[in-house]
């Protein structure tokens, strides 16, 4: 379960204070299928960092899987990112002079031996359909086979999360549904939880809830048939 409570989170920039979300509470309950929704700038990235320790807060409380995100030291922080959760980004953020292989091996190279990163790594790939391109660089596939990539390396750690910015945003609509599509197949197979960023309300609609980010505050909706 995610569940956040009464969270506030602002900027300062220039000796200005933005406040991006205000006394913000939700509940996620664990291996839902959540998308998130709202207009450029209103603060939906900045609520998947929070979710995700990546970006602290002002006041309020984080809570991930029972763990205070809120209080926790950046140690404890990199530990939970890890074994728990698993991020899928717009610019795909790949590292260009690694493999595919390489890339998803990265996240594993902390915790086991290497033959059977290696193994993890290729099963990964499979399972997102990249088995043949196991040795080529980012710059030798096309944008949809490099959100695989990403897509793999979320998964070779077998989070429990997948926070998703905006995983289509930089690809064609027919290649962005490819990628929704396995993200939607390993959410019923792993009963992973999904949060996805989405400006697509029709990509919107496949979730199960939906968040909705607005001057500040949030707006829960279930779908009631998740429609796919
Ligand atoms: N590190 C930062 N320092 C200062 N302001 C920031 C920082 N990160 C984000 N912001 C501001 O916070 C607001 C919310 O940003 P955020 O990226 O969360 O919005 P978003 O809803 O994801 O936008 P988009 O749909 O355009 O990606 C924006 O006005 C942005 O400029």
């Known amino acids: ?11 300062r920039t220039g ?3 933005t406040e991006i979300l205000k006394d913000v509470s939700l509940e996620i309950d664990k291996g839902k299928y959540v998308s998130i929704t709202g207009p450029s700038g209103s603060g939906k990235s900045t609520l998947l960092h929070i979710i995700g320790g990546l970006e602290p807060i002002n006041s ?21 990112r ?23 091996m990265m996240p594993l190279l ?12 290729e ?3 499979t399972r997102v359909g990249l088995a043949h391109r196991l040795n080529h660089l980012p710059s030798k596939l096309s944008g949809g086979e490099q959100q695989r990539v990403a897509l793999a390396r979320a998964l070779v750690t077998k ?11 930089n690809l064609d609509s027919e290649t962005g549904k490819t990628i929704i599509n396995l993200l939607e197949k390993i959410h019923d197979e792993d009963g992973v939880t999904v949060i996805l960023i989405t400006h697509d309300p ?12 607005l001057d500040g505050r949030v707006e829960l909706k279930p779908y009631k048939v998740a429609i796919r």
Not at 83 to 104: D, P, R
Not at 206 to 213: F, M, T, Y
Request: aromatic share 6%; net charge negative; charged share 25%.
């Open 60 to 80: 309020g409380e984080v809570w991930v899987d029972g763990q205070p995100v809120h209080t926790m030291k950046d140690n404890a922080l990199a530990k939970l």
């Open 159 to 169: 989070p429990e999360i997948i926070l998703a910015d905006e995983p289509t945003g």
């Open 202 to 213: 029709e990509l919107a609609q496949r979730a199960e809830e939906s968040i909705h980010v």
């Open 15 to 17: 000796g200005e204070e």
């Open 123 to 125: 099963e990964a790939l």
């Open 82 to 104: 890890l074994k728990k959760i698993g991020y899928v980004f717009q610019q795909f953020q790949l590292l260009s002079t690694a493999t595919a292989l390489e890339n998803v």
């Open 1 to 11: 379960m995610i569940k956040l409570k009464s969270v506030s989170k602002s900027y």
């Open 110 to 121: 902390t915790m086991f031996s290497s033959p059977q990163i290696k193994k993890d790594a």
